[in-house]
């Protein structure tokens, strides 16, 4: 058995010497890490002081600069000058406008519809008429191009008018015909008797040698129109195309720069043209088809000439 004869106080000497010398150690760190972090608090300040003097320079030069920059801009000069340069820009722009129209409206044409003329006219900001003027022969047609032009993107309406009915139809029962034998609206029945047919026959008109109807085989330029049996069916699309041009005088005048947002209504067609802006192209057997003006017109002569030529419609 061992024994601990050694007294309590020798044991928490010896500890209170560790504490001591751990106590020395860490107050010794703790003095380390504040110079340190004294030192490096101080560099970085002066750093930054330097880097803001030495920035200080070039940002006073870009304000200075800047400074100078927009008196130029205010200036009466540059003002003009940007009002001009952006009125020039907005002028370019629209020459492509009413082409691109028609040109989108092209591809929605149905074969059966022989286009004469095509122009466009701005109603407003966003919305436009698009008038078509061609020919057509049956009512099944007539009907058919309503869901032809309906399937335009951008259509909101589609409006038609012209188509005179001439086909045939099955009459009513009368005492002299009690078959009802079709005939056109235009026409008297047709008798059943064999002697008053023939009578009925040889009194219909008959035209003899060249009648000239609708310009055809007429040798020269002029628009063709319709053939016999054949209508001149107006179409008229309201589509959400905006074709408002800039007015050069309300923008020169102004006190403000930019295009003027002010729109310019074209009006009609002139008799056997294409409107403003508008496309014409000839019939069938039609020498040397015209082409309308591309680009809208106007009497006031601070409208701008925004369009350029269209490309002439090609017959059915």
Not at 120 to 129: E, L, R, V
């Amino acid at each position: 058995m061992k024994l601990n004869l050694l007294p309590t106080t020798v044991s928490k000497g010896k500890q209170a010497k560790s504490g001591i010398v751990l106590s020395l150690l860490i107050a010794l760190a703790g003095a380390g890490a504040a110079i340190f972090v004294s030192t490096s608090s101080a560099k970085a300040l002066n750093d930054a002081k330097a880097a803001y003097e030495d920035s200080k320079g070039p940002a006073e030069a870009a304000y200075s600069k800047s400074t100078e920059a927009d008196a130029i801009l205010n200036a009466d000069s540059s003002v003009a000058l940007i009002r001009d340069a952006s009125l020039a820009e907005a002028m370019i722009k629209h020459n492509d406008v009413y082409p691109d129209l028609y040109e989108s409206v092209r591809p929605y044409v149905p074969s059966f519809y022989r286009v004469n003329s095509m122009y466009a006219t701005p109603t407003g900001a966003g919305s436009s008429t698009i008038t078509l003027v061609g020919t057509l022969k049956t009512y099944q047609q007539y009907a058919d191009l309503m869901l032809a032009f309906s399937r335009y993107p951008g259509v909101v309406s589609v409006g038609r008018a012209g188509y005179q009915f001439n086909d045939n139809i099955v009459p009513n029962l009368t005492p002299g015909d009690q078959t009802g034998t079709p005939h056109k609206p235009s026409e008297a029945p047709v008798p059943d008797d064999k002697l008053a047919r023939l009578t009925y026959f040889e009194s219909q008109v008959q035209p003899q040698g060249y009648t000239g109807a609708g310009n055809f085989g007429s040798g020269t330029d002029s628009t063709r129109g319709a053939m016999p049996d054949y209508s001149l069916v107006t179409v008229t699309l309201t589509v959400t195309k905006d074709l408002q041009v800039p007015l050069p005088r309300t923008t020169l005048t102004s006190a403000g720069g930019g295009a003027a947002s002010s729109a310019m209504t074209a009006g009609g067609p002139p008799a056997g043209m294409g409107g403003p802006g508008g496309m014409m192209g000839g019939g069938p057997g039609m020498p040397g088809a015209g082409a309308g003006a591309g680009s809208a017109s106007s009497s006031a002569s601070d409208n701008a000439p925004v369009g350029k030529k269209g490309k002439a419609d090609q017959s059915d």
